[in-house]
């Protein structure tokens, strides 16, 4: 595409520096036991011949502006890297001085937001262009410059020709990026709140039937907001049951608890690293509970199947319910619980499923090391 500069896997932009200072910078930085043997010069490329036989490359354009190129340097790329970061700036982006920057951004709504308003404060001297299938946006700047946001998170600034509008653009997507995380780490810290003991919760609820299916991990498990959830989704229930109300439709008592098993959903597969915890941290919307379901049952299900037969059908099963008829709804969706007794199966329903999850969690993390499951094979009926 016309305009978009791709810095390709393994190469980084430089500072402006004389080639002689890129030389002796990476001669003496380079990893113990690893020396450059020869020098080979070629047209716009300058070639470090190492001594296991492999070679660092600078690229470099007819106005000096040098990349380091490390592709040609597979089995000691990683180690080359890590000690020629510093000395070369590789992971710093100067204002005019730098020619790319890659961001992590997982959001598609955070997307959406970032390239409104870069098109509406830079109007004039950044313009959308086409995307494919695999981008979320490419923006066009003054110079032959770009914005490309991928949709594996990778966020690229693209320049070419470093001017005054990419240094505004570096800098005003640093701001965005930081004030969000920020924003989103203080709502998470406040689903965190304190909580009082066990054995205080069961006091003060002592007399609602239903507290004697709420066990004791998944209080710990929760986080206090969830907990919330479940003290005031108790005493809804207990007001409606002790003086007989009549509803014409009791799935307003399954919601509190539905709330608790999605901020239960969402810490256990944090958890388990099948959310990621930086994209959560940018975005909570990025974690989408079904996909998870999905992964978490493709990856552990011979190994839940053993201990908690239907587990796994069951959850997708109380979780699609739970989303679709107690947390969402749309008018032409439907559903209805006719009595409390048929609210209060759904709910020892939802606390059930959260304390078998808990109880496969252990053998989970520990799979590779635990000698109780080592040694069996696959039910082929699973």
């Given at each position: 595409m016309e305009g978009v500069v791709k810095m390709a896997e393994?190469?980084?932009?430089?500072?402006?520096?004389?080639?002689?200072?890129?030389?002796?910078?990476?001669?003496?930085?380079?990893?113990?036991?690893?020396?450059?043997?020869?020098?080979?010069?070629?047209?716009?490329q300058i070639h470090l011949i190492l001594s296991n036989g492999e070679r660092i490359i600078l690229n470099f354009d007819k106005n000096k502006r040098f990349q380091l190129n490390l592709t040609q340097c597979p089995r000691c790329r990683d180690e080359i890297f890590e000690s020629l970061k510093e000395p070369l700036n590789l992971?710093?982006?100067?204002?005019?001085?730098?020619?790319?920057?890659?961001?992590?951004?997982?959001?598609?709504?955070?997307?959406?937001?970032?390239?409104?308003?870069?098109?509406?404060?830079?109007?004039?001297?950044?313009?959308?262009?086409?995307?494919?299938?695999?981008?979320?946006?490419?923006?066009?700047?003054?110079?032959?410059?770009?914005?490309?946001h991928m949709k594996n998170g990778e966020l690229h600034l693209n320049i070419q020709r470093p001017n005054k509008i990419t240094d505004e653009i570096f800098e005003f997507i640093e701001k965005f990026l930081r004030e969000n995380v920020a924003r989103n780490k203080r709502r998470l810290s406040e689903i965190d709140v304190g909580k009082e003991s066990f054995e205080v919760f069961l006091q003060k609820n002592i007399g609602i039937t239903l507290i004697k299916h709420i066990?004791?991990?998944?209080?710990?498990?929760?986080?206090?907001r969830d907990i919330w959830e479940i003290e005031d989704?108790?005493?809804?229930?207990?007001?409606?049951?002790?003086?007989?109300?009549?509803?014409?439709?009791?799935?307003?008592?399954?919601?509190?608890?539905?709330?608790?098993?999605?901020?239960?959903?969402?810490?256990?597969?944090?958890e388990l690293g099948l959310i990621n915890r930086e994209a959560y941290e940018q975005d909570p919307n990025t974690a989408k509970?079904?996909?998870?379901?999905?992964?978490?049952?493709?990856?552990?299900?011979?190994?839940?199947?053993?201990?908690?037969?239907?587990?796994?059908?069951?959850?997708?099963?109380?979780?699609?319910?739970?989303?679709?008829?107690?947390?969402?709804?749309?008018?032409?969706?439907?559903?209805?619980?006719?009595?409390?007794?048929?609210?209060?199966?759904?709910?020892?329903?939802?606390?059930?499923?959260?304390?078998?999850?808990?109880?496969?969690?252990?053998?989970i993390k520990g799979e590779e090391n635990d000698t109780e499951f080592s040694g069996l094979q696959d039910d082929e009926n699973v």
């Open positions: 393994n190469i980084y932009p430089l500072d402006f520096m004389e080639e002689s200072q890129y030389l002796s910078i990476i001669k003496r930085h380079l990893p113990e036991g690893i020396t450059i043997s020869n020098v080979d010069r070629k047209e716009w992971l710093e982006v100067k204002g005019g001085k730098r020619r790319s920057n890659i961001w992590k951004l997982y959001s598609g709504n955070l997307s959406y937001q970032l390239k409104s308003e870069i098109l509406k404060r830079f109007r004039g001297k950044v313009k959308p262009a086409s995307t494919s299938p695999e981008q979320f946006f490419v923006l066009l700047i003054k110079g032959k410059n770009a914005l490309v066990d004791r991990e998944v209080y710990d498990f929760l986080s206090g989704g108790l005493n809804i229930y207990h007001v409606v049951k002790e003086h007989n109300i009549q509803l014409k439709n009791y799935k307003v008592l399954v919601r509190s608890f539905s709330v608790a098993l999605e901020g239960f959903l969402i810490k256990y597969f944090l509970i079904g996909g998870c379901i999905g992964r978490f049952r493709k990856a552990y299900q011979p190994l839940v199947e053993r201990t908690h037969k239907g587990l796994l059908s069951k959850l997708k099963g109380i979780w699609n319910e739970c989303r679709n008829n107690y947390l969402h709804s749309d008018m032409y969706s439907y559903s209805e619980l006719l009595n409390i007794e048929q609210a209060e199966a759904k709910i020892v329903e939802i606390l059930t499923t959260m304390k078998q999850l808990l109880e496969v969690l252990p053998y």
